[in-house]
């Protein structure tokens, strides 16, 4: 809105400057042909600076009457001081009409030709016109550059209208970008909170009359992790509403230990070995980790019909992250990995947006999940 306010006040100021400048000049010559030119000369002026007004919200509609106002002061009677006198200072008007149509619609063929032909009307009204010889020197050096200076117009006419186009696209890629992240999170969050929530509601179902105990447990865990996930989606839906800063739990590899203690209840075993200087891992690498991780293990629970042991190994060096996730559930039975669901979408995503890559196999034996993300 501000910048909105600053363009329209830039058109505001422009016009007052040529009205000022300009158009004085213009209408005292057509004034002083007396009668209903002048009337005429005078609207046709009004019109033009009306054009250079609402160029910008209205291109082609100014550009037809910036057109159609040159035409009636051409069409006007002989003039006292030649037409171009006239023409000349009004014509600077059209020039940033022409620039405005191009710039707003990314149209420069018609505009330049139709300003071509106006250009060509005036040149045969002069040399038709003029009283006295014409000085055919002037004449043939001010035609050339009118023209260029038309198609130089239209040149930094398009050259805005690639660069908004480019303004454009960028922003749409940054809302794409934004839109992939929270579709990410939403997913990561809900897909592995409801899983271990679910897992665990069942486990301690089986075993609520033999050990009420392990029952109890399992029932609190499930607990936590429902209370981990509201506080989860409640960052996220803060984000989207009130354009916070995400503040990710997730601040370093340490956090895995947390992941992993509260999905042990829905598996038969989960083994973590995490190997290197995971302190010098940037938090943004730690949080991807963290969600391949959360995935993979969402996964393994979720397409299995008995719990499943897995391995999760992480290991740090001087290049980067090396994950391994492997688990011992009947794989993604009937269906590729790479149209698993919009969870392997995510990791691939995630894998992806940071430099790195993902590979993923599943067979009945189970599923591996291997990524790689540099640190450098």
């Known amino acids: 809105m501000g910048r909105w306010r600053l363009t329209r006040a ?22 002083s042909a007396g009668g209903w030119a002048s009337v ?29 106002a040159l035409l009636v002061l051409l069409a006007l009677p ?42 060509g009307l005036i040149v045969a009204r002069t040399v038709l016109d003029v009283p006295d010889p014409l000085d055919w020197g002037t004449f043939w050096v001010l035609v050339p550059f009118t023209a260029l200076v038309l198609a130089g117009s239209c040149v930094l006419g398009a050259r805005d209208w690639e660069r908004r186009q480019l303004q454009e696209h960028r922003l749409h ?108 891992v940037d938090p943004e690498i730690a949080r991807a980790v963290y969600r391949i991780v959360q995935e993979s293990l969402t996964n393994a629970v979720k397409h299995g019909t008995r719990p499943p042991r897995c391995r999760v190994d992480v290991r740090v060096d001087a290049r980067g992250v090396s994950v391994s996730v492997h688990d011992d559930g009947p794989g993604l039975t009937g269906r590729e990995p790479a149209d698993a669901g919009f969870g392997i979408l995510g990791i691939r995503e995630r894998a992806r947006s940071l430099g790195g890559r993902v590979d993923i196999a599943s067979d009945a034996s189970g599923t591996r999940v291997s990524a790689w993300l540099p640190t450098t």
């Open 78 to 119: 002989r003039l006292p001081e030649g037409l171009s006198m006239v023409f000349l200072p009004v014509s600077l008007i059209h020039l940033l009409v022409v620039h405005a149509v191009v710039a707003g619609t990314g149209r420069w063929r018609l505009p330049l030709a139709v300003s071509l032909v106006g250009l």
């Open 173 to 280: 890629e940054a809302v794409a970008r934004e839109r992939e992240l929270m579709a990410r999170e939403v997913h990561d969050v809900v897909a592995h909170s409801l899983t271990v929530v679910v897992a665990q509601a069942d486990a301690a179902l089986l075993v609520m009359e033999a050990d009420p105990q392990r029952s109890r447990t399992m029932v609190s865990n499930a607990v936590t992790t429902g209370r981990e996930a509201m506080a989860e989606m409640q960052r996220v839906v803060r984000v989207l509403r009130d354009g916070a800063p995400p503040g990710a739990p997730v601040r370093s590899l340490h956090d895995l230990d947390t992941l992993v203690a509260s999905s042990r209840s829905a598996t038969a075993g989960i083994e973590l070995v995490v190997d290197g200087d995971v302190d010098r």
């Open 10 to 31: 830039a058109d505001v100021v422009a016009a007052a400057v040529v009205l000022l400048l300009t158009v004085p000049s213009s209408i005292g010559l057509l004034w």
């Open 40 to 68: 005429v000369g005078g609207v046709c002026g009004a019109v033009l600076v009306a054009t250079l007004l609402a160029r910008r919200a209205h291109p082609w509609p100014s550009f037809w009457a910036s057109c159609a």
